[in-house]
């Protein structure tokens, strides 16, 4: 089964783990291409549960989004490998998985904040875009 990026609560204040200088790793020149100019940088997300390594930037409304290959930075970009995820600085998260790497990219442009209508934080893991949007709206 297929590991999301956040089985667990996110930590108040913005993503977990640790930002990797992009220089640092191993990755695809095609991954690399696709998603530095989108701002994304490399991060570690921890060992642990939905842990591994994630492309990570912050939005501009209290929010960061990372894309994953299952735990990893690189794999085959045309591949419904990939998770897409947006995640509130307080709390909440709303991924997509099974997606290739430009799905991914199109995906966090869209994802709405974490926060349902009436104020409570969304935690939710969706197979397809469309799910994610249908329940937040």
Partial sequence: MEQAIGQEPQA??????TEIDPKAVVVSRTVRDLLQPH???PRDIGSGVGG???WNRRGGDDT???ITCNGRLSGDP???EWTAGRYGNRGGFVEVTGLTLRGALDAVAVL???VRVDGSL???IYPSLEDA???IA
């Fill in 52 to 54: 591994g390594m994630a």
């Fill in 64 to 66: 960061h989004e990372m």
């Fill in 112 to 114: 709405p904040r974490p």
């Fill in 122 to 124: 969304a935690e939710g």
């Fill in 78 to 80: 045309e591949r419904a």
């Fill in 133 to 135: 949007l249908d329940d």
């Fill in 12 to 17: 108040a204040g913005g993503p977990v783990g």
């Fill in 39 to 41: 701002g994304f940088r």
